[in-house]
């Protein structure tokens, strides 16, 4: 079945530093890449997604960048601080049904 | 948050019992999804409605039914909860498939001793 894998499983970073995880994905119908953000406790929320017609797409300290070709799609974050962590999901959409990675559990240490 | 409730927002219950997971929603979107969320595993999709009383399974469906009379509402159950079914369940929105964002409500944590 379509799958999309997800490194990796656990980030640690210092505040200030960078963070960027990365994600496979098989479905080659995928068009629609969501990332949610889900706090300890709380539901997931969307940070940020990209459609399959840009290569990348910002907004302020969030990045996320795809390559169809290669179906890889990562997320970047500039000067972390320690409201980032939390674990983050990627998701890849063909139309039908969303898959989403096993998630990275990102720290960001003070 | 959108408008999307959960109820019950925990529950236990012995294996074999039948449990029925409620969601709520007064966004009025056509589209409605139950998820279980497991460590290593993500979000998992159970089940997906695209109207009312049209439903469809997704990836982990096996010893799960949903139902929706209403545009608002869409039930899990598990028939003969099972050990395994211990997880933490969301059920999500869209107005679209596809191509949009998918709004979570806020989970219900299920035991099965």
């Known amino acids: 079945g379509e799958n999309v894998e997800q490194h990796p499983s656990t980030l640690s970073v210092q505040e200030g530093d960078s963070a960027v995880i990365k994600c496979t994905y098989s479905d080659s119908a995928s068009n629609y890449f969501p990332w949610y953000k889900q706090e300890l406790g709380k539901r997931p929320q969307l940070i940020i997604d990209i459609r399959s017609n840009v290569g990348e797409k910002k907004d302020q300290r969030i990045a996320v960048t795809l390559n169809k070709t290669a179906k890889h799609f990562s997320l970047h974050i500039t000067e972390t601080q320690p409201e980032d962590s939390a674990v983050y999901f990627c998701?890849?959409?063909?139309?039908?049904?969303?898959?989403f990675g096993a998630g990275t559990r990102l720290f960001v240490k003070a | 948050d959108a408008g999307i409730t959960q109820s019950p927002r925990h529950k236990v219950t012995e294996t074999g019992t039948p449990v029925t997971l409620r969601c709520h929603q007064t966004?009025?979107?056509?589209?409605m999804y139950w998820y279980r969320q497991d460590p290593g595993h993500g979000l998992r999709l159970i089940h997906y409605?695209?109207?009312?009383?049209?439903?469809d399974k997704g990836e982990v469906s096996d010893g799960y039914s949903v139902s929706r009379s209403k545009t608002e509402d869409f039930l899990l159950t598990l028939e003969s909860a099972t050990s395994s079914q211990t997880s933490v369940y969301f059920c999500?929105?869209?107005?679209?498939?596809?191509?949009?964002?998918?709004?979570f409500g806020p989970g219900t944590r299920l035991t099965v001793t």
């Open positions: 966004e009025n979107h056509r589209y």
């Open positions: 998701a890849s959409d063909g139309g039908f049904k969303t898959i």
């Open positions: 409605s695209y109207g009312v009383k049209d439903t």
């Open positions: 999500a929105i869209s107005e679209i498939q596809g191509d949009d964002e998918q709004y």
